[in-house]
């Protein structure tokens, strides 16, 4: 593997994590340089887990970890110019009274400006059709509103790896259409968590993890048609769907 290719991969060797006492993944190898890489799971299968790996929200207990060359065992701060990462919950990202506060914090902790940080802050917000939102209490705006301020903070600081965790669960469909664009215009590399399938059908790569082990891996048109029929069938099993009904009636004695 040559230097170059290390800078824009995401490598894990061996990698074991443990919370709180459960194993959560188990010796994972994986290189991930692909531009687009969709992560799907069931509840609990570990995909938040594995990106929080990648940033030093949480270390591994065992084996390696580089990030476009960088080890992300050094920590969170070490990671910032390097990682963007959109969290599941905006409320776990945004810190600040005001949108315009939330855009320009990281521009002013990357040593811009105030009034740089402001212009380009204000400049996307334009761009994107919410230039009103700028003064706007943060507290005040809807969940998908608020999902898209994480997401434009993120986009600001420029990253080289973008992680986003389920970020269309609160957006509705003209700004999904909108974002999911936006992302596939942008020449970074991006490791997407979604499920919501259809979001990921233009991806190059899709891992599909279970019980903190990959399942399947491979281009989405063979990974997601498999993954959904898995569901299927697990609802069946789950009796949450039509399929338990109609097992249901298959056991009942007759006459019943
Ligand atoms: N803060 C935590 N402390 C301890 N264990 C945790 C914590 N967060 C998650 N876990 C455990 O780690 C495992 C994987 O959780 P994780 O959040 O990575 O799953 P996920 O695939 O992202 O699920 P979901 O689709 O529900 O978001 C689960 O068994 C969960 O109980
Ligand atoms: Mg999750």
């Not at 949108?99 to 914090?105: C, K, N, R, S, W």
């Not at 082990?213 to 997601?224: I, K």
């Amino acid at each position: 593997m040559s230097p170059a290719d290390a800078k824009a991969a995401v490598e894990f060797d061996q990698v074991s994590l443990t919370r709180d006492g459960v194993r959560v993944l188990t010796d994972l190898s994986l290189r991930l340089d692909e531009s687009r890489v969709g992560l799907i799971g069931h509840n609990g299968s570990g995909k938040s887990s594995l990106v929080r790996l990648l940033n030093g929200l949480l270390p591994a207990d065992s084996g390696q970890i580089r990030v476009h060359g960088r080890d992300p065992a050094k920590g969170p701060e070490q990671m910032s110019a390097t990682v963007g990462f959109i969290f599941q919950n905006p409320d776990h990202q945004l810190i600040f009274p005001t949108v315009i506060e939330e855009l320009t914090f990281g521009l002013r902790n990357q040593g811009l400006s105030a009034k740089e940080a402001t212009r380009q802050s204000s400049d996307l917000l334009h761009a994107q059709g919410h230039a009103d939102w700028a003064e706007r209490p943060v507290h005040s705006l809807s969940e998908g509103q608020k999902q898209l301020v994480c997401i434009f903070s993120v986009l600001l600081l420029n990253p080289d790896l973008l992680i986003l965790d389920e970020p269309f669960s609160a957006l509705d469909l003209p700004t999904r259409y909108r974002l999911l664009d936006l992302l596939h215009e942008l020449p970074q590399q991006i490791v997407m968590i979604s499920h919501e399938l259809d979001t990921l059908e233009r991806f190059d790569r899709i891992i599909w993890l279970e019980q903190g082990r990959v399942h399947q891996d491979g281009p989405p048109d063979q990974v997601l048609p498999a993954y959904q029929a898995d569901a299927r069938a697990r609802a069946a099993t789950l009796g949450l769907g039509r399929g338990r009904a109609e097992s249901d009636r298959r056991t009942e004695p007759a006459g019943s």
